[in-house]
């Protein structure tokens, strides 16, 4: 594998477990239609696609108009973003270990730039990375290659020369869309379906092997 300079990161099942905020801000904005919650592990299989596709599966089999609960949802998003989200244990040693290391560092994920930007300042992890992409930043969310090859355009870096690190099928079919390695990290909370990542690592701080 060609010299490994820059690493594309996903957020949530990658970097941070944000599972329990984003089911609690789910079943409130449920509550505010009068609706039943949902329970945990159904809210955890809906992530994955950004928020649009979250709310939408979440309301799924009601009348309710998936617009009108996408802006209530953010809403309680908003306030409840990281109630108790973390990092996962060893993605802090990482992130300072690539930066000695001058490997660069990117997010692209498909939750909104605005909360994405807000939760790394809450987590005092924003300043490890120079892109910060959400899934508004551009027309198309992942699996399309196209944030992917901007930032590679931005870094001045060949595909070959970047490894997208994600925890779901669309981090690693964005990937091979773009011409890069992807590494699976088997602690995230993402389903990877038919799609097969050139690496899989067990715990944060294994990246450093790839590199």
Same mark, same amino acid.
């Given at each position: 594998?060609? %010299?490994? %300079? !820059?690493?594309?990161?996903?957020? @949530? !099942?990658?970097?941070?477990?944000?599972? =329990?905020?984003?089911? $609690?801000? *789910?079943? &409130?904005?449920? %509550?505010?239609?009068?609706?039943?919650?949902?329970?945990? +592990?159904?809210? *955890?299989?809906?992530?994955?696609?950004?928020?649009?596709?979250? /709310? +939408?599966? $979440?309301?799924?089999?009601?009348?309710?108009d998936p617009g009108n609960a996408l802006s209530i949802y953010k809403n309680h998003y908003s306030k409840h973003l990281a109630d108790e989200t973390y990092c996962y244990a060893g993605v802090i040693e990482l992130l300072k270990k690539l930066q000695t290391?001058?490997? =660069?560092?990117?997010?692209?994920?498909?939750?909104?730039?605005? #909360?994405?930007?807000?939760?790394?300042?809450?987590?005092?992890? +924003?300043?490890?990375?120079?892109?910060? &992409?959400? !899934?508004?930043?551009? @027309? $198309?969310?992942?699996?399309?290659?196209?944030?992917?090859?901007? *930032?590679?355009?931005?870094?001045?870096?060949?595909?070959?020369?970047?490894?997208? #690190?994600?925890?779901?099928?669309?981090?690693? #079919?964005?990937?091979?869309? #773009?011409?890069?390695? $992807? *590494?699976? /990290?088997?602690? !995230?909370?993402?389903?990877? =379906? @038919?799609?097969?990542? @050139?690496? %899989?690592?067990?715990?944060?701080?294994?990246?450093?092997?790839?590199?």
């Open positions: 594998m060609q %010299k490994i %300079k !820059g690493i594309i990161f996903d957020l @949530d !099942g990658t970097l941070i477990d944000s599972r =329990k905020d984003l089911a $609690s801000s *789910v079943n &409130l904005t449920r %509550k505010d239609f009068n609706l039943e919650t949902l329970d945990f +592990e159904t809210i *955890v299989s809906f992530i994955g696609n950004g928020t649009p596709k979250l /709310v +939408e599966r $979440s309301f799924r089999g009601t009348n309710i290391l001058s490997v =660069k560092c990117s997010i692209i994920t498909n939750k909104h730039e605005a #909360a994405t930007r807000e939760i790394l300042k809450i987590l005092k992890i +924003e300043n490890f990375f120079d892109i910060i &992409l959400g !899934g508004d930043s551009f @027309d $198309s969310l992942k699996p399309s290659p196209e944030p992917l090859l901007f *930032v590679a355009e931005k870094w001045n870096l060949q595909p070959e020369e970047i490894l997208m #690190a994600g925890d779901n099928w669309t981090d690693i #079919a964005a990937a091979r869309n #773009a011409g890069m390695k $992807s *590494v699976s /990290v088997e602690y !995230g909370f993402g389903n990877l =379906k @038919d799609e097969k990542p @050139d690496f %899989k690592i067990e715990h944060p701080e294994d990246l450093l092997k790839l590199i």
